[in-house]
């Protein structure tokens, strides 16, 4: 039976098998870091398509400068939301890390992330408020082992 099998199918087969295998083990310890990389690309697509849409406005208007200046001032809004976003990203991280060594309760973690987020209640209303609660469901879920539901994701955003 072996006799029938030859050596380039052979190898082939085998890398086959491994390039299989260490995809699959990749993608188990290493999901994390690969939806990082996924989440990151798609949220710097739609930054810069959002920039050439307000590009476009200007450069179609009929008071050329009046707009040019609009959009100006937006750019720079949108510039602090971003800086503002990045920082919470960086607290959150922390709050996770914190979490998931001390292994707190659901409720804990639901205080300890009120606290964190009553600083950033501006961008409740933000664009990026879908963006930064996928982040905290995820978070949650892969580091510290809790889902959070809609009611309580909601609740994280309440004021005190």
């Known amino acids: 039976m072996f006799n029938n099998i030859s050596w380039s199918s052979y190898l082939s087969i085998t890398a086959a098998i491994t390039a299989v295998y260490y995809f699959f083990i990749t993608a188990i310890f290493y999901r994390n870091e690969i939806t990082k990389i996924f989440i990151s690309r798609n949220s710097d697509f739609i930054n810069t398509s959002a920039k050439q849409k307000n590009k476009n406005v200007t450069t179609n208007s009929e008071n050329g400068l009046e707009e040019l200046s609009r959009v100006q001032g937006d750019e720079k809004e949108d510039a602090y939301q971003s800086y ?48 930064i609660n996928s982040l905290i469901e995820l978070e949650s879920q892969s580091q510290c082992s809790i889902y959070l539901n809609e009611d309580e994701m909601k609740l994280l955003w309440k004021e005190r």
């Open 84 to 131: 503002m976003v990045h920082e919470l990203m960086n607290e959150l991280k922390k709050v996770f890390k914190k979490a998931s060594d001390k292994k707190l309760l659901k409720e804990e973690l639901i205080l300890a992330l009120q606290l964190t987020l009553e600083n950033y209640l501006h961008l409740k209303e933000s664009p990026f408020c879908a963006a």
